[in-house]
C-alpha cells in the first residue's frame, strides 16, 4: 500500500446507525486532516491531527467524532448522522512542519450517503 | 480573513488549445497559494503552490501560474491541452502561521476531441 488509503469507499447508513470512517497513511507523515467535499461548496476542514494532538476543530458538530491512535491512523466516528451529512469525506496527510504550505496529500475518499 | 474565488464552474477546451482557469484571492497577509487537481473517484493532488520568490510557478503535468499581488489573482493555464486534463481544478490560499486551506469552489474542465 502507497499513498493515503481510506475505508470504506462507499457506505449508506441511516440516522440511527454508527459506523466509523479509517484512513491510513503510509508516507510517514505526522499531520492527518479530515476534510468534507460536498458538491457545489468548497472543501470544508473539519478536523487537523498534528503529532497526534488535535489541533483544529472547525466547529463541527459532536456527530462527528475523530480518533488518532497513532500518526498513521485516523478515524471519523459517526453516530445519528442528518441526511445533510451526505458528503465526499477526504483525509489528508503531511508533515507536521507542512501545516501552513498546503502541501497535503489526499485519500481517494469515502462516499457517504445518509438516508 | 481570506477566500477565494474560482471564475467559472465549468470550462471547456478543444484538445491542443489553452487552458485557463481563474482564480482570485482575498487576503489581509501575504497569501500562500496553491492549484490542486481532482480526477473522477480520486483525491485531491498538489499541481502548483506559491509560498515566496518566483511569481511564475511551474507545476506538473505542463501547468503553470503566475501570481499577480496587483490583480490578486493565480490563474492556472496550459499551453496546450490534453484529454487527460480532464478533472475539476480547485484553487486554495493559505498564509505563513495558519494551519488552515480555504479552498474555492472548483471549476470543471472538459476537454473537446
Known amino acids: 500500500e502507497t499513498g493515503v488509503t481510506q475505508t470504506p469507499r462507499h457506505l449508506v447508513m441511516g440516522m440511527t446507525n454508527k459506523k466509523s470512517l479509517k484512513c491510513e497513511q503510509h508516507l510517514g507523515h505526522n499531520a492527518m486532516y479530515w476534510y468534507k467535499q460536498s458538491a457545489k461548496k468548497p472543501l470544508e476542514l473539519m478536523f487537523v491531527y498534528s503529532l497526534e494532538e488535535r489541533v483544529e476543530n472547525n466547529s463541527v458538530p459532536s456527530r462527528f467524532s475523530p480518533e488518532c491512535p497513532n500518526s498513521s491512523h485516523l478515524f471519523l466516528h459517526l453516530h445519528t448522522l442528518q441526511p445533510e451529512d451526505s458528503a465526499l469525506y477526504l483525509c489528508?496527510?503531511?508533515?507536521?512542519?507542512?501545516?501552513?504550505?498546503?502541501?497535503?496529500?489526499f485519500g481517494e475518499g469515502s462516499r457517504l450517503t445518509v438516508l | 480573513a481570506q477566500s477565494v474565488t474560482q471564475l467559472g464552474s465549468h470550462v471547456s477546451v478543444s484538445e491542443g488549445a489553452l487552458v485557463l482557469l481563474r482564480c482570485n484571492y482575498s487576503?489581509?497577509?501575504?497569501?500562500?497559494l496553491f492549484w490542486y487537481v481532482q480526477y473522477p473517484n480520486q483525491g485531491l493532488q498538489l499541481l502548483l503552490k506559491y509560498t515566496t520568490g518566483a511569481t511564475l510557478v511551474k507545476g506538473i503535468n505542463g501547468f503553470e501560474a503566475e501570481f499577480k499581488k496587483s490583480e490578486t489573482s493565480f490563474h492556472l493555464t496550459k499551453p496546450s491541452a490534453h484529454m487527460s486534463d480532464a478533472a475539476e481544478y480547485f484553487c486554495?490560499?493559505?498564509?505563513?502561521?495558519?494551519?488552515?486551506?480555504?479552498f474555492g469552489t472548483g471549476t470543471r474542465l472538459t476537454i473537446i476531441p
Open positions: 487576503s489581509s497577509v501575504p497569501p500562500y
Open positions: 486554495a490560499v493559505s498564509y505563513f502561521g495558519n494551519e488552515k486551506l480555504t
Open positions: 489528508a496527510s503531511s508533515q507536521e512542519k507542512d501545516l501552513n504550505t498546503g502541501e497535503l496529500f
